[in-house]
Nanobody, 119 residues
């Protein structure tokens, strides 16, 4: 089992920055990928960014060049640095972790943190 605790959401003006954090606990040694997804009411959850245990990153098209995902292995924490925020970035952001046990991959989600970009 993996537990994910998110923090760092809030209200920011357009053009501003926020940093989200996701702390993992439990079976962290078997986590292969961690990342962030976001979802607005009535919309599908979409990829924001992921990072593998080896450090490979992947970003959604709408955030490339503005958001950066990185991890602190000593703290078992993944961060999402969000710069040049736009009103359309206003969504609930969810931390995600994939745990590989043998041939089975388990998916875990955090509780979500609201990001609101507004003047």
């Amino acid at each position: 089992q993996v537990q994910l605790v998110e923090s760092g959401g809030g209200l920011v003006e357009p053009g501003g920055s926020l940093r989200l954090s996701c702390a993992a606990s439990g079976s962290i040694a078997t986590i292969t990928v961690m990342g962030w997804y976001r979802q607005a009411p009535g919309k599908k959850r979409e990829l924001v960014a992921t990072i593998t245990s080896g450090g490979r990153t992947n970003y959604g098209d709408s955030v490339k060049g503005r958001f950066t995902i990185y991890r602190d292995n000593a703290k078992n924490t993944v961060y999402l640095q969000m710069n040049s925020l736009k009103p359309e970035d206003t969504e609930v952001y969810y931390c995600n972790a994939l745990e590989l046990k043998g041939l089975i991959t388990y998916t875990y989600w955090g509780q979500g943190t609201q990001v609101t970009v507004s003047s």
